[in-house]
């Protein structure tokens, strides 16, 4: 097959045969992978929500378009005909193209993995505490192993220049005193990525907690290695520093559990009756499915000058379903209320005395 190879370059144009080398080899790739791909969806399980198969498809479908077409130029190129200085710059080319692969490849093989670990642990359930935990932790462990593999690639794209190695080389006699300025100059973002490993491992937060910070409620939507991502309500994002959740105190509603107490509070004239409005409370609690059948309390909390104050406290089995039935309760309670005892609304009253009497 060599001799082969050898006769027909020989007759073939020097630039004609160098081109078809490199045709070859994305050609001889792209067949590879339409071929081993079909064949490799239709023999994995199609009747589950996950397969490992399908999972590894969609992370290296892209990368092994590049990967296979570079690995066959790569054995391809002694037989390129070209000049010693152009070979060498093409392997070295070549050599640096694969080492970014394979990089890729290990980052995609952590994705496959973790969506293995998230098919395991789904938190889409309604007790998902257990689940949360995990998801924090594997995504911070995702992205410091992705940081940690970007970097060692850098290091090995970098020593592979000879230049490199010598600047390298002197840089090491002021390696003491420049570690002592990157150490200050880095001190925040150390801190911060030390906050992030106290935090995927202490975990006083987790992914999808829903928690008050800076007096806005939203839910954990990304912890990176940095910094977090707190979806609010109205769908803003607020961005922190991870190390403000070492540093400064923050409500978590789902710390141990997402089960949460609704508190609705109705400011009533004193002629109403208390009693009818605790049945009629009952009544709205057990038709609504965001009620968890725990808490149904209604009780007079309070006295002003001119009005009574009521509150109405229901369980909810999480934070979302207790806003919403908290609003389900006072417009039904102030429905009932205007419609049975309109005379019993809040009202300000004015005694006209005849002094003359």
Not at 295 to 318: A, G, H, P, W, Y
Request: charged share 20%.
């Amino acid at each position: 097959m060599i001799d082969f190879l050898t006769r027909l370059s020989d007759r073939t144009p020097d630039l004609i045969w160098n081109l078809s080398i490199i045709l070859f080899s994305i050609l001889i790739g792209v067949l590879i992978k339409n071929i081993l791909v079909p064949i490799i969806r239709k023999y994995s399980s199609t009747d589950q929500n996950y397969s490992i198969i399908r999972s590894s498809i969609k992370h290296f479908r892209l990368t092994f378009t590049f990967f296979i077409p570079l690995l066959i130029f790569n054995a391809l190129l002694p037989l390129m005909k070209i000049e010693a200085l152009t070979r060498a710059g093409f392997q070295k080319t070549v050599e640096i193209a694969l080492t970014v692969c394979f990089a890729i490849i290990f980052i995609r093989t952590i994705r496959i993995i973790e969506d293995y670990l998230y098919y395991r642990h789904d938190y889409t359930k309604a007790d998902n505490l257990r689940e949360r935990r995990l998801r924090t932790q594997i995504q911070f462990i995702r992205k410091l192993l992705v940081a940690i593999i970007v970097i060692i690639t850098t290091a090995i794209i970098l020593l592979s220049f000879d230049s490199m190695r010598k600047i390298g080389a002197g840089l090491l006699t002021g390696v003491g005193v420049g570690g002592i300025i990157i150490g200050f100059a880095a001190q925040k973002s150390l801190g911060n990525l030390l906050a992030g490993f106290q935090i995927a491992f202490t975990q006083p937060m987790r992914i999808d907690d829903v928690l008050i910070v800076e007096g806005e409620w939203g839910r954990v939507e990304e912890i990176t290695l940095t910094y977090v991502v707190v979806n609010i309500w109205d769908k803003r994002r607020l961005i922190l520093p991870i190390q403000y959740f070492i540093e400064t105190p923050f409500q978590n509603w789902t710390r141990t559990t997402a089960e949460i107490l609704g508190t609705v509070f109705i400011y009533t004239d004193f002629t109403i009756s208390v009693g009818h409005l605790r049945e009629e409370l009952s009544r709205l609690l057990k038709g609504n499915s965001l009620w968890d059948g725990k808490v149904n309390v209604l009780q007079v909390t309070d006295f002003k000058t001119d009005v009574m104050e009521i509150r109405c406290l229901m369980s909810c089995r999480n934070s979302g379903d207790a806003f919403d039935l908290r609003c389900y309760v006072r417009e039904n309670m102030i429905d009932f209320i205007k419609n049975n005892y309109p005379e019993s609304l809040s009202q300000t009253r004015v005694v006209l005395k005849n002094t003359n009497s």
